[in-house]
């Protein structure tokens, strides 16, 4: 059976989300559940080449294990592992721990430098972290998966490093404490000017000290230069959080009103849950979508199994379990709606123009250390 390690942080039970447009809407109500899964077991699509029945028969020799070490919860991995293991059921054991952004690669860093790691996969959505650990040698296994010429150009992130999902930021906030919804930063910071003083130390904002925070906001900064000035009157009101549970738990308590660049996946499942008190919207002056990066560790201990796992996330049948896991599709085909979400939607509801996909590229130090201080300055920090 699959193993579940503890999870390093919690957001709440394994519940199915809200569809996209319905938590763009802030609705409330828990979405219908979506159908079954259809899998193909055993079966690989028609388009893989003749040879690839030596990986599955190598897989099957590496004993039914496979290990991840990611920055993903346990309810997003739900359906993906018991659609993996539907389709190759001598999958017995999966673990699957939910580490830091930045951890998953100081931890396997570590023990590859002392050639006793047991990660097979690493996935994170840490870009700079990611660009770093890709830029060095003997890290990731090459690996060219049958899925990429299915996928849109952006779906390879670097050498032998495939998106798993493509999760968009968000606005979070509290209904019964902020009397207007906002649309995007402009909207956020027109509605707090109304009354600033009120407002001071209620929004919060994702620490840029830490990988994710710093390439989301240094993305739509990126894309958006003139979004400065709305920063300038928000960020003094703002305080930082490391991560987007942290960000949900305490707008839902109040000890926010408002939160902006909170990640959509964990957001979901907690709007679902909150009778309408928390609801989240897309930014009509730029969304980030976030890349959630997955590759092969240079010396997995079961790399045959590891491949058919990336080529089954790539796949149609994978991606419809990475949606129904509350994280974001983007591979043509997956239908949104009941608990679904995909990157299509998303274009759909803020315009191509304002979809910001955030690149997995090494930013320079200085470039890091003078955006830092920028936006460090108004928070008083």
């Not at 060095?136 to 299915?150: Q, W």
Request: hydrophobic residues 40%; glycine residues 8%.
């Amino acid at each position: 059976m699959t193993t579940f390690h503890p999870t390093f942080r919690a957001i709440g039970a394994a519940v199915l989300a809200l569809g996209l447009l319905t938590a763009c809407g802030g609705g409330g109500e828990a979405a219908k559940a979506p159908p079954a899964n259809p899998i193909a077991a055993g079966q690989v699509p028609s388009y893989y080449p003749s040879a690839y029945s030596q990986t599955v028969e190598a897989a099957k020799k590496e004993g039914g294990t496979l290990t991840i070490y990611s920055n993903t919860d346990q309810e997003n991995w739900a359906p993906i592992f018991r659609d993996f293991q539907k389709k190759y059921p001598w999958v017995t054991k999966i673990a699957a721990n939910n580490l830091d952004s930045d951890e998953v690669f100081q931890r396997l860093l570590s023990e590859q430098a002392t050639g006793n790691s047991p990660a097979d996969l690493a996935v994170s959505n840490a870009a700079q972290a990611w660009a770093d650990f890709a830029a060095r040698p003997g890290t990731l296994l090459e690996y060219a998966s049958p899925e990429k010429g299915k996928l849109p150009d952006f779906a390879e992130l670097l050498p032998n490093v495939y998106a798993m999902s493509m999760d968009p930021l968000s606005i979070a906030y509290n209904t019964s404490l902020l009397p207007e919804k906002p649309t995007g930063l402009k909207s956020l910071a027109a509605i707090l000017a109304k009354d600033p003083a009120q407002y001071k130390n209620k929004i919060t904002t994702r620490d840029v000290s830490g990988a994710f925070g710093f390439t989301v906001s240094h993305a739509f900064t990126e894309a958006r230069p003139d979004s400065w000035t709305s920063l300038q009157s928000i960020l003094p009101l703002a305080r930082p959080e490391t991560s987007s549970g942290t960000q949900l738990e305490k707008i839902t308590s109040g000890e926010y009103v408002a939160g902006f660049f909170v990640s959509a996946a964990p957001a979901y499942p907690v709007v679902a849950k909150s009778g309408g008190l928390l609801a989240i919207s897309f930014l009509d002056d730029g969304t980030v979508a976030l890349p959630r990066g997955i590759g092969i560790a240079a010396k997995a201990p079961h790399p045959a199994t590891a491949k058919l796992f990336v080529d089954f996330v790539l796949s149609q049948e994978g991606q419809r379990a990475v949606a129904e896991g509350g994280l974001t599709s983007y591979r043509d085909g997956v239908p949104a709606g009941d608990g679904l979400h995909t990157y299509q939607e998303l274009v759909k509801s803020v315009g191509e123009a304002n979809v910001i996909v955030a690149k997995y590229a090494k930013v320079p130090d200085a470039q890091v250390k003078s955006f830092t201080a920028k936006w460090n300055g108004p928070l008083g920090r």
